[in-house]
């Protein structure tokens, strides 16, 4: 067995018996030392970075250990070995290679174990209130990158040749990046959408042409899911929404209220004036108007019947406050004409009085 190794490490000699106790206490100890001294440490190390609001340092102190532990082991091993052999490895030309490829591997895994815990939890890695979206974006992409770089890391210690590699890999890049060019316009949207930050999710939002009127469900870099007003879902691909302006009308901290009152032509000017200035003191006498803009006027003259114009605004977004609002005001109208006699009229069916006089 030990004259078939010899190959690759030509002055081998037959192991002992001390030798073997000695590479077995060896592996013993170090595993010892690692389970019940660096494990305890470095996580009482990752308590008190916590402690020291530095969760990122705590994070990476834990997400490290599993491969700051196998690279013990394995530095374990080798030194078993060369004492069971009677061989430092560490100094063999041939193993060495292989030993710093091991520790290459083991260096860019800590890294990677980082970016997946962080890619599990990125309610971790946020500073805002906010989660961002490109968050879990970057950390799939910088897993790839670590993942390539260690490739590349690697093949350079084993001496191999990447230029053609590399040749063939931007050919296949540049292929394909034709080929998922609608999908690209989707996650370039996505990523417009994250840095600009026009709406999150929560928010009620509507497009300028009306197409799109809902509450935002989810936003990924693809795709945007709102819930319609009929509780429908749609999908909305980020493309179409980063070329279209978007009203997000949860950002609203006022709500216009707008509409219609026609009075009858049989109605004095008297009346009419009165009628409009009491309207306007009802709605500046509300503790929910705004009081900056409040508009009620005459501003159409029909063959039987005089238009009104009543718009103010409501300060709150609160559709079921502005509604009541607006219950509120239209009584006082109604109110108002019952008390003095004036008349409404239908524009579409004629004359109607809501009092018995």
């Not at 002992?16 to 170090?30: E, K, M, Q, S």
């Not at 300028?208 to 009929?230: A, F, P, V």
């Not at 493309?239 to 009308?249: F, T």
Request: proline share 4%; charged share 20%.
């Amino acid at each position: 067995m030990w004259e078939s190794i010899k190959w690759l490490i030509p002055s081998v000699t037959v192991p002992t018996l001390p030798d073997a106790l000695a590479a077995a206490a060896i592996l013993i100890v170090g595993l010892l030392i690692i389970r019940l001294i660096i494990r305890p440490l470095l996580f009482k190390i990752a308590d008190l970075l916590n402690k020291k609001n530095h969760p990122v340092m705590s994070d990476i102190a834990k997400s490290v250990y599993p491969s700051i532990r196998n690279a013990l082991i394995f530095s374990l091993i080798v030194i078993a070995v060369s004492l069971l052999v009677e061989v430092w490895l560490f100094d063999n030309e041939k193993l060495s290679i292989y030993i710093d490829s091991v520790y290459v591997f083991f260096a860019f895994n800590a890294l990677y174990d980082v970016l997946s815990f962080y890619l599990k939890n990125p309610h971790r890695f946020e500073t805002g209130k906010d989660q961002d979206i490109l968050t879990p974006f970057f950390l799939r992409i910088s897993k790839v990158a670590v993942m390539t770089i260690a490739m590349f890391t690697i093949a350079s210690l084993w001496n191999f040749n990447l230029n053609g590699f590399l040749t063939a890999l931007g050919l296949t890049g540049v292929a394909l990046a034709f080929g998922i060019r609608d999908t690209l316009a989707h996650i370039f949207g996505g990523m417009s959408v994250a840095l600009d930050k026009p709406f999150q999710v929560g928010d009620w939002v509507m497009s300028s042409d009306e197409k799109i009127d809902g509450t935002i469900e989810d936003i990924n870099l693809r795709s945007t899911l709102i819930q319609t007003s009929d509780k429908g879902l749609v999908y909305v691909p980020n493309s179409y929404l980063v070329n279209r302006p978007i009203y997000n009308l949860s950002k609203r901290t006022q709500r216009k209220v707008e509409h219609y009152l026609f009075l009858s032509n049989d109605n004095s000017e008297e009346a009419i004036v009165k009628f409009i200035e009491r309207l306007r003191k009802q709605i500046s006498l509300h503790p929910k108007t705004s009081k900056n803009v409040i508009h009620v006027a005459l501003d159409e003259l029909r063959p039987n019947s005089c238009r009104i114009l009543i718009r103010y605004f409501v300060d709150t977004n609160d559709s079921d406050i502005m509604l009541k609002v607006r219950q509120d005001i239209l009584f006082a109208a109604k109110h108002y004409c019952e008390a003095n006699d004036v008349k409404l009229v239908d524009p579409n069916q004629g004359q109607f009085v809501w009092n018995d006089g």
